[in-house]
């Protein structure tokens, strides 16, 4: 449903669709911690895929206040709307590849 805080509802509509194709991100946390963000879609290609997915880790590890301790992120479980789920390794993430530089 259409919000101002997710920015759906917005008084400048050339403003809005020039964020959403610049590739605007967005992603919200449940009350347990527990990141949700969309990623890509089926038609994706693998390198799509995983450009993607860098963003959306590079934009959570900038979004950490600068008051928490310890370790942020402590698992990443990636799946489909209705599939299994694949774990992955946080550590994985600590290196900035080729994506985040361009």
């Not at 402590?74 to 694949?86: E, Q, V, Y």
């Amino acid at each position: 449903m259409p919000n101002p805080r997710s920015q759906t509802v917005n008084e400048d509509a050339a403003a809005a669709v020039k964020a959403a194709k610049g590739g605007a991100l967005e992603f919200r946390a449940d009350k347990g911690g527990i990141v949700h963000a969309v990623v890509g879609k089926a038609s994706f290609s693998d390198q799509q895929l995983m450009e993607n997915i860098f963003a959306v880790m590079h934009a959570i590890k900038r979004a950490k206040p600068s008051g928490s301790k310890g370790v942020y992120v402590k698992r990443i479980a990636l799946c489909s709307t209705m599939g299994p789920s694949l774990m992955l390794s946080p550590t994985s993430f600590s290196r900035t590849p080729a994506v985040e530089a361009a």
